[in-house]
Structures are given as structure tokens and as C-alpha cells.
């Protein structure tokens, strides 16, 4: 079974400049997560997705962050424009049950 | 405000010692605990989880204790080995937040040979 898939795997950006990360979740992953991961912090949920519909997004700052999820199955986080505190590892998971999430390798993410 | 804490950023012990890696939360609506491993430029992988209504879990070398009253959890790597070496983040979600996970900042554990 394939795993959770994330492109691109690095970004280095200069600040103000927009940038957009893609994941494809495991097939048939109804959930689909995204997290931000700082340096030496755990996860933290930006948004989850219920097939194509939003469930929480409480965390994300709607000023620069966006994330759609069409036909229920890829999902695109986008930042605009981004700020240096934006760096950080950024995290896509999916699951079929709650509580059994999958992570995908993560997006690196460098502003500078 | 932290909900889950894990106050050790590290982690040392011998090849086939035991290690213990430990969390606090602060949220007693907390009912189910999961312990995820992450190596470096990898995503965290689910390792062992427990739910409220118990007070152990086991699955061969790792064991998750839950002390619910002290909010309190552990997980327990009999024997280690160097391969075990990576972050450990424990984290928590309960029955209402549609499985949103809220993670400690993690520990790292090096299994010396």
C-alpha cells in the first residue's frame, strides 16, 4: 500500500513570496490532515478535511494560509505571502479511522 | 498553553537497557494517547496507543502506561536497541475533536551500542 505522498520535499523562498505544497493521501483516506511542525516543536493541526469539506480550521491564519481539498482526495496548502516565521516542516497525513493517522514525509520549508 | 508536555528534550541509554520516555497532559478530557517515532527528513510514524479506559498497552518491546489520575503517561522500550535512536512525540486526542491530535514537543532517544 503507498503512503502518504508530499511534494515538494524542499522549498527555500525569500519573504513575501508565495508557495504552495501538494500531498495525495493513502487511497481511500476519507480525513486528510495538514501540520506545521517548527523546530523543536511537535505537530500542530492547520486544517483537516473531510472528503472535500473542512472540519477544523481553527489554527490556520486565514490572512496568508489557504488549503483546498477537491474531489476529496488531493490537497494543496498554499502561503501568501510568506513570512520568515512560516519556516518550518509542513506535514501532510491522512486517515480512515480517527485516532490512526498516517504522516507523509513532510515539506521543508525555508523562508528567508 | 501546552495541553501535552514532554519535558525531557533527550534521551541516553545503553544498547538492551530499558528506556523510558515520559508525558504530561493537562486536559482531562483527554481519552485516548498515542506515541508516534520520527526519524530525521521523515514523517512520524505511529508506534503503540492507549486508551483512557486502560492502564497498559503492550506490543512486544513497547509498552504504554496511563496514569490517569496523575495525567501521566509512559512508554517503555525493552530491550533498546540502536535502531529505537529517533524523536518520540507523545500526543492526545479525545472523543469530540474528530481525532485532532495534539503533540508534545518531543524526545530524543540515542541507543548507545
Known amino acids: 500500500e503507498a503512503g502518504v505522498a508530499q511534494s515538494p520535499r524542499y522549498k527555500i523562498i525569500e519573504k513575501r513570496q508565495s508557495v504552495a505544497f501538494w500531498c495525495n493521501p493513502i487511497s481511500g483516506h476519507a480525513t486528510l490532515y495538514w501540520y506545521q511542525q517548527i523546530l523543536g516543536q511537535g505537530p500542530k493541526l492547520l486544517i483537516q478535511?473531510?472528503?472535500?469539506?473542512?472540519?477544523?480550521d481553527s489554527q490556520l491564519p486565514k490572512d496568508r494560509f489557504s488549503a483546498e481539498r477537491l474531489k476529496g482526495v488531493d490537497s494543496t496548502l498554499k502561503i501568501q505571502p510568506a513570512k520568515l516565521e512560516d519556516s518550518a516542516v509542513y506535514l501532510c497525513?491522512?486517515?480512515?479511522?480517527?485516532?490512526?493517522?498516517?504522516f507523509g514525509p513532510g515539506t521543508r520549508l525555508t523562508v528567508l | 498553553d501546552q495541553q501535552v508536555k514532554q519535558n525531557s528534550p533527550s534521551l541516553s541509554v545503553q544498547e538492551g537497557r530499558i528506556s523510558i520516555l515520559n508525558c504530561d497532559y493537562t486536559?482531562?478530557?483527554?481519552?485516548?494517547f498515542l506515541w508516534y517515532k520520527k526519524y530525521p527528513a521523515e514523517g512520524p510514524t505511529f508506534l503503540i496507543s492507549?486508551?483512557?479506559?486502560?492502564d497498559k498497552n503492550e506490543d512486544g518491546r513497547f509498552t504504554v502506561f496511563l496514569n490517569k489520575s496523575a495525567k501521566h503517561l509512559s512508554l517503555h522500550i525493552v530491550p533498546s536497541q540502536p535502531g529505537d535512536s529517533a524523536v518520540y512525540f507523545c500526543a492526545a486526542c479525545y472523543g469530540g475533536s474528530q481525532g485532532n491530535l495534539i503533540f508534545g514537543k518531543g524526545t530524543k532517544l540515542s541507543v548507545k551500542p
Open positions: 492507549i486508551s483512557s479506559i486502560k
Open positions: 497525513a491522512s486517515s480512515l479511522r480517527l485516532n490512526e493517522q498516517f
Open positions: 486536559n482531562s478530557m483527554f481519552d485516548y
Open positions: 478535511f473531510q472528503n472535500n469539506g473542512v472540519v477544523d
